[in-house]
């Protein structure tokens, strides 16, 4: 029998990558989606049946984290043996403007999809996507013993969540842990997420398409990832017998300013003639630095991170480039991106 996973945020840059990992293991997956006029699922179109029959391994389900009842009646109707939580107001920024619905979503539809499971009696692993956002502005670098210190509506709503899938994993017997994830970048990265802003941005400029980029905060240094990686590390969170929070990362911190240098710097461009602060992106309260110490997630999973920055950077500035039609740089020899997992279609 195949194993049964519900994902909830399956559209975004995590869940598209989950789910293609999930298929590639032949798991039933099935998907939370909102109702939208125009369609929003262009990270799975790859990944789906156009029959959507009942044969089908990937099935989406319309619904909302705001609705409990229907949550309860997912749970039930899905029976999933894993849930990945990964639905969220995520936006850091955007959090500042909406901080009513991001803790309406980010953190009470944690509470209700916890609810949902604990009612039903359903015995499955949950994962809950949490966020180095949590940790502030605590000193770096950050692990499972940095004390919290969040600095935004979204980081405060995370940290809710946090623990609320402690409280539900030492009360009730949950199988629930919180995956703290430090920022995990990729081609599929939303566009308003500075890594792909910058990407995005210097292939644009490169082709004449564009000419300036907005940015904010150019100090704030951050530990960026690979995103495929990271999904990996969320299903080995819920193989293992006892359910832990655990923190990953790369344990390399770089500066905003960094990101864009080696971008431009890439493709050969100034980019002080093209970067422009705009005061609009940035923070009320800022978060200086962000690091993760993932010594547990290796010890305990034996994972640990593959891509590091610089490569991180250059194949999201390779794909921008591809999508508007232009060929990339010839990689000198320090270019080492060798590795992408089996079960990637690049897409």
């Keep these: 029998m195949s194993r049964v996973a519900l994902i909830t945020g399956i559209t975004g840059q995590d869940g598209s990558y989950l789910t293609e990992y999930l298929l590639s293991k032949g798991y039933i997956v099935h998907g ?17 049946d156009a029959r959507h029959d009942a044969d089908s391994h990937l099935v989406l389900h319309y619904g909302d984290l705001a609705d409990a009842g229907h949550l309860t009646a997912l749970v039930y109707q899905t029976q999933p043996d894993e849930i990945y939580h990964l639905g969220a107001q995520s936006h850091v920024r955007v959090s500042f403007d909406v901080p009513d619905y991001t803790g309406e979503i980010t953190g009470l539809g944690t509470l209700r999809l916890l609810e949902a499971v604990r009612r ?17 502005d605590a000193p770096a670098p950050q692990d499972e013993d940095t004390p919290f210190r969040p600095r935004s509506p979204y980081a405060i709503a995370k ?9 539900y994993r030492e009360g009730y017997g949950l199988a ?39 940015l904010g905060n150019l100090e704030a240094r951050r530990d960026w990832g690979y995103a495929p990686e990271y999904v990996e590390a969320m299903w ?10 655990l923190v990953f990362g790369t344990g390399e911190a770089h500066s905003v300013r960094e990101f864009v240098e080696e971008a431009f710097a890439y493709i050969g461009l100034d980019w002080h003639d093209h970067v422009v602060t705009d005061h609009r992106c940035l923070r009320p309260t800022e978060v200086d630095a962000l690091c993760a110490n993932p010594h547990r997630a290796k010890q305990q999973l034996g994972w640990e991170a593959r891509i590091h ?18 060929g990339v740089p010839s990689r000198p020899e320090t270019f080492v991106n060798t590795w992408q997992p089996d079960w990637l279609k690049g897409v």
């Design 120 to 136: 039903s009696g359903l015995k499955c692993s949950i994962y809950q996507a949490s966020s180095s956002e949590m940790f502030g």
């Design 309 to 326: 920055f610089r490569d991180l950077v250059r194949l999201m500035v390779d794909a921008e480039l591809k999508a508007l039609g232009r």
């Design 176 to 214: 629930a842990c919180n995956g703290i994830m430090f920022n995990h970048e990729s081609p599929r990265r939303g566009e308003a997420f500075v890594s792909r802003k910058i990407a995005k941005a210097a292939a644009a400029i490169l082709a004449g398409c564009q000419d300036k980029l907005l």
């Design 236 to 245: 080995l969170m819920l193989q293992q017998d006892i359910a832990r929070d």
């Design 159 to 167: 940290l809710y969540a946090y623990w609320l899938v402690r409280s």
């Design 32 to 48: 939370l989606i909102r109702r939208a006029s125009e369609s929003h699922t262009q990270r799975i179109d790859h990944l789906r």
